[in-house]
Nanobody, 132 residues
Framework: EVQLQASGGGLVQAGGSLRLSCAASGFAFDDYVIGWFRQAPGKEREGVSCISHTWNNTYYADSVKGRFTISTNNAENTVSLQMNNLKPEDTAVYYC?????????????????????????RGQGTLVTVSS
């Protein structure tokens, strides 16, 4: 059974930092794209950042480039999202998800930008609130 569990959300002031962690189990971690997505009230889901260990590539939404960093720990099957210089517009429920298996590097971008149509598993989200 595929399981994804996000943690690390909370309340932080603008300019602050948070680190989200996603614990994954039940699938071949290396063969999938793992992504962090967010959804704010009344808005559509947004792909924040995605990573593929097999293809050694990452994707970041323009809105978070230079502020967020995604990383994996394959020994522990975890994916982390370090979020620095947080802004009020980063407020949302963040969740991790896995798509795949993926056959080539371009799928890292496809997955994060809503162009992926293959199997996907999502975990429950964690709320990030950034106060001004």
């Amino acid at each position: 059974e595929v399981q994804l569990q996000a943690s690390g959300g909370g309340l932080v002031q603008a300019g602050g930092s948070l680190r989200l962690s996603c614990a994954a189990s039940g699938f071949a971690f290396d063969d999938y794209v793992i992504g962090w997505f967010r959804q704010a009230p009344g808005k559509e889901r947004e792909g924040v950042s995605c990573i593929s260990h097999t293809w050694n590539n990452t994707y970041y939404a323009d809105s978070v480039k230079g502020r967020f960093t995604i990383s994996t720990n394959n020994a522990e099957n975890t994916v982390s999202l370090q979020m620095n210089n947080l802004k009020p517009e980063d407020t949302a429920v963040y969740y991790c998800a896995a798509g795949g298996p993926v056959p080539r590097p371009a799928y890292t971008v496809y997955y994060c930008t809503g162009h992926y149509t293959g199997p996907e598993s999502r975990g429950q989200g964690t709320l990030v609130t950034v106060s001004s």
